[in-house]
């Protein structure tokens, strides 16, 4: 690697730039100079060797697209002159490759975090309010800012409500999907208590929700239905203050690496995603993975491309072929909307200098590090199986984050590029590729990547990322999203409203 440019992979025909040049500059790759043809930004590619019309641009030591036209040395190479090699959907056969293994940590780590009364491990201790409905996302607001501060400094991290815009006038499994998404987070064993508020005439009703929560702890799930309440706010502070009292039962105590959870995503990427941030998640997953804990993968348009490297790794051909139905649905999902199935970059991730859905792809998915993939779950799927698990969700990164909050992640890293303010609602670790990003936005980055370009080892980088995760999951520190109360949801939408 030199200061000025990185080749990401010795059989790649492309370089990765670590500074604007200018057209007419110089770089020095192996020992011979490239005259640069024009202006390239940082982060973006340019190439070292000439590249025929049709012949395939070559990154990670894997083909990202081809050329739309012949290209020289020394030119920018992006999607003026790149085009994507995918198309549709496609057949895949089980290979039967050597499985990956996933290695065993030699020593035992530990966490402090609340070991709930049926056994689950939360690492905060908040209330939250889950509305069945839109209907009544400033009733459950009011109530929440409310009682936060009537309930300040009394053995909790907080009370919280989720809005969103569903729980009516959704059929079948659109409404199924919220139900999930909203029953998995009544579930979430950061949350010590739950209020479950309802208005009464929506179609996700509390009697139906009851059906879909399945069993549930009394003491920790209180209900309210607004439409039947004399005064809700009343009514509702009554059973917050119930539920604050649970809480304050609870106290951290030592509990093994093992019980962690922990969501991989990225958004807003640039050309340093697949070499610094994403990498570093990887080694990180495959780290927390060796000490028996657990590490979810999703944003399924962004593994075409890049999906045979996550099938490769499928734990038996059971899996292989959940893997198999999870892209190709995913691309149906497109088909059927009559939209490209590979209209990807975002035009954010394009001036970052990612060029087609391959690069972006293979950067992606190297968040997944190199564990054997155990699970693959559906939408709003909660995890059982310890290891690496994929679940169905799109690139959208609000969607996105909340479903791996949904299956049961205590923490979501996410890396990013170009930098987003958002959170979901568990501990969302933003996760910078390049120092300026981190040095611009202190408000919102937690950890910064950008490191590994000026001199820092991957194994150094990933003990550091390890700690600073046991140190979040034991309450030592708070990412941004929650300092600044930055916690959102968002519910994938796939249906008729009525």
Known sequence: MSSTYILVNKTDNVIVTLKDYEKGEALTFEDKDIILKEDVPVGHKVAIEAINQGQDIMKYGFPIGHAKEAIEVGQWVHTHNTKTNLSGTLEYSYGQNEPAISKKATQERTFKGYVRANGEVGIRNEIWIINTVGCINKTAELL??????????????????YPHLFGCSQLGDDLHNTQKILSNLVHHPNAAGILVLGLGCENNHIAEFKKVIGDYDENRVKFLGVQEADDELDEGLELLEELVLYAQTFKREEVPVSKLKVGLKCGGSDGFSGI??????????DKLISHGGTSVLTEVPEMFGA???????????????????LV?????????????????PSPGNKKGGITTLEEKSLG????????????????????????LNLVQGPGNDLVSVTALAASGAHIVIFTTGRGTPFGGPVPTVKMSTNTPLAEKKK???DFNAGELVHGKEMDEMTDELFDYILAL????????????????????????IL
Not at 144 to 161: E, L, M, S, W
Not at 276 to 285: D, E, H, K
């Open 276 to 285: 610094t941030a994403n990498p570093l998640v990887g080694s990180f997953s």
């Open 364 to 387: 992606c998915v190297q968040k997944g590090g190199f564990s054997p993939v155990n699970d693959v779950l559906p939408y709003g799927g909660r995890v059982t199986s310890p290891g």
């Open 328 to 344: 190709n649905d995913f691309k149906e999902y497109f088909i059927k909307h009559d939209q490209v199935v590979y209209e990807n």
């Open 144 to 161: 929440a800012k409310t009682a936060d501060k009537q309930f300040d400094g009394q053995g909790i991290d907080g009370i919280y409500h």
């Open 443 to 445: 408000n919102w980055i």
């Open 473 to 496: 999951a034991s309450g030592d520190v708070r990412t941004n999203n929650e300092r600044n109360g930055f916690k959102e949801i968002s519910i994938f939408k796939d249906g008729v």
């Open 307 to 325: 999906e045979t490297i996550l099938m490769n790794r499928a734990k038996n051909e059971k899996v292989f072929n959940m893997i198999v139905d």
